[in-house]
């Protein structure tokens, strides 16, 4: 890995984007530090820093991934500084309170499925554009389902429609992907063990409450990491990383 190989990470000023992007960097990757506020990924870049990485190819740039003119800017700049773009982590969503689907209001809705399926799109689109222009050819895209993105929880309409909608925008990305020699798939991430909180109860298909196993989110970096070493021209199209015990199989 060279610095040359330039990826992008959304949502890289918290949680499970600023594990990944300080993963990437460890393997010696640019990595453009994407989301809304420029505090949090100033933080990630910091924290690169202190960690062993060359603080220039920690690069933090502010977009707001559900708005069309934001995410063509932000990949404009990038084409315009390097030149190219070999990773786009999609990881960004936005979440809301577990509501019986009666009490969902249309503007949670729309939230929810604008900063996850929305935004899938429109950093995928900007990222075909890119990559299928630049030499050498092609790239890849790895989107952050769910196990929500096959099974839903109870009272999660707006989350699991938007989880299923990336289901189907990474099987498409991976067909129309072939023609450019970029790579397409989805890593279904089950309960990580939260840094700053005990692990909520969370409810069950038979109306119960439950605390969930959970798994250190080094085992999703991991992963990511696998999946972005990979040549273009090989894919993992699905996997979940879940903790065992964590229901799932069956949840219905």
Known sequence: MTAEKVSVVTG??????????????????????????????????????????????????????????????????????????????????????????EEVSAADWHRVMDSIATGTFLCSRAAFRLMKEQSPRGGRIINNGAPSAQVPRPDSIAFTAAKHAVAGLTRSLSLDGRRYDISAGQIDIGNVTPEDREQPAVRQADGSLRVEPTMDIRHVVDMVRAMAGLPVGVNVQSVTVMPSAMPYIGRG
């Open 12 to 101: 890289a000023g918290s949680g499970i984007g600023r594990a990944c992007a300080l993963g990437l960097l460890a393997d010696g990757w640019t990595v453009v530090l994407t989301g809304r506020r420029e505090a949090p990924l100033q933080e990630t870049a910091r924290l690169a820093e202190l960690a062993g990485a060359d603080p220039d190819r920690a690069v933090p740039l502010t977009a707001d991934i559900s708005d069309e003119d934001s995410v063509d800017a932000l990949f404009a700049r990038i084409s315009d500084r390097f030149g190219r773009l070999d990773l786009l982590f999609n990881n960004a969503a936005d979440t809301m309170p577990y509501l019986p689907t």
